[in-house]
């Protein structure tokens, strides 16, 4: 089990998430992603298959963008989150009566 983050630039981090099976990778992403600034970026390393689209989902269902999903090895993917809203989330009107 290997859980780090780490800024590699400016407003660009890495989360490496290894050896943890779903829905930790996903929790973790979140709880970076909630850390880290609008509009800065965050790379998620895993070895965990399922968690490439638990991940995904969950980030698109918070407004986020995903800006590239890859397979790095046989058992290891990367994807790249940016922490904005997309443009129909910022004109969302609410009810409030």
């Not at 992603?33 to 991940?55: A, G, M, R, W, Y």
């Not at 922490?83 to 910022?90: A, F, G, S, Y």
Request: one cysteine or more; glycine letters at 4%; charged letters at 30%.
């Amino acid at each position: 089990m290997n859980i780090e983050v780490c800024e590699v630039e400016p407003g660009r981090y890495v989360l490496k998430v290894l050896g943890l099976p779903c829905p930790y990778p996903t929790m973790y992403t979140i709880k970076t992603l909630e850390k880290i600034k609008e509009d800065e970026v965050l790379e998620v390393i895993f070895d965990n298959q399922p968690s490439s689209k638990t991940i995904q989902d969950a980030v698109v269902a918070r407004g986020y963008k995903v800006l590239s999903v890859e397979r790095l090895e046989e058992a290891l993917w990367k994807i790249v989150v940016k922490k904005t809203h997309t443009k129909d989330d910022q004109h969302k009107t609410i009810n409030i009566l």
